[in-house]
DNA sequence: GTATCTGCAAAACATTTGCAATTCT
DNA sequence: AGAATTGCAAATGTTTTGCAGATAC
């Protein structure tokens, strides 16, 4: 990816792009892991050796705020994040515990207002055994 | 509620039915309003003084194990919990925090694979502003 | 030079664990 | 008595906070 393209994203969104934050951003939008903090920190503090987790937990929270990523909070102890924003489930693995992105538009539940609360957001995910899990069996 | 219908649930369940059991289960289906540990011990130590969070914490796990109740894990630290255990949405006030109950059939996304995925658990939740927190403006 | 960003260490907080005390049959 | 339940205190692990040092403009 490149750098560039990082930086800009940032500074749509009103964020100075520093070198950890354009990093982060980067690793987010490559792997598509949906990483921890701890998975964040173990894979690039290679490159940065400096690299804190406080600087972490401030970028991811900056992001969050600012609609550059999204926290996931499927039953885990650790937060983890996701940097695709737009409307799609998740699907987790109960054996793995890997999550996988599911395109999904959301807006399909499409009424705006239920029992009288507004909607703004629609969360979607399901749970059960991922493709390589079944076969692993 | 009577005591006998929280007794003969958890019998059934294959859970020994301790007083502390019986209350706490009572509590979940008599409130329904998704209660963290902390809110479930403040509100019933009255009742019995020597309650323990580990107890309460040892329940839910057991209930949840029994499927009894479940966690609800919404973008938050402490778990809640719903002794509703049958397919339902939630709705969370991003003001408030209150976790509202929607009565809607999970299974309206009726696929049972997904990308090669099997899926046992749909999960649903909105989030907006709910109707108490509109009027106070 | 001032404001922002970063990093360390300590604090905070929810949950889990080990083990002893209690209760129930 | 024997087995299950409970409770306290300590341990664990993630996230937050305070503050000092570094960096950027």
């Given at each position: 990816m490149d750098p560039c393209d990082s930086k800009n994203m940032l500074q749509e969104k009103g964020i100075k792009p520093s070198l950890h934050r354009m990093k982060i951003l980067e690793y987010l939008i490559e792997k598509k892991?949906?990483?921890t903090v701890d998975m964040i920190f173990r894979d690039i503090s290679g490159e940065?050796?400096?690299?804190?987790k406080t600087t972490i937990y401030n970028t991811l929270t900056a992001f969050v705020e600012n609609g550059i990523a999204q926290a996931i909070t499927i039953e885990d102890k650790e937060v983890k994040y996701d940097a695709t924003v737009d409307n799609h489930a998740h699907f987790k693995c109960t054996k793995c515990g890997n999550i996988y992105d599911i395109?999904?538009?959301?807006?399909?539940?499409?009424?705006?207002?239920l029992s009288g609360h507004i909607i703004s957001e629609r969360h979607l995910y399901f749970k059960g055994i991922c493709k390589l899990c079944q076969k692993k069996k």
């Open positions: 892991n949906h990483p940065i050796p400096t690299l804190s395109n999904m538009d959301t807006k399909i539940i499409s009424i705006k207002t």
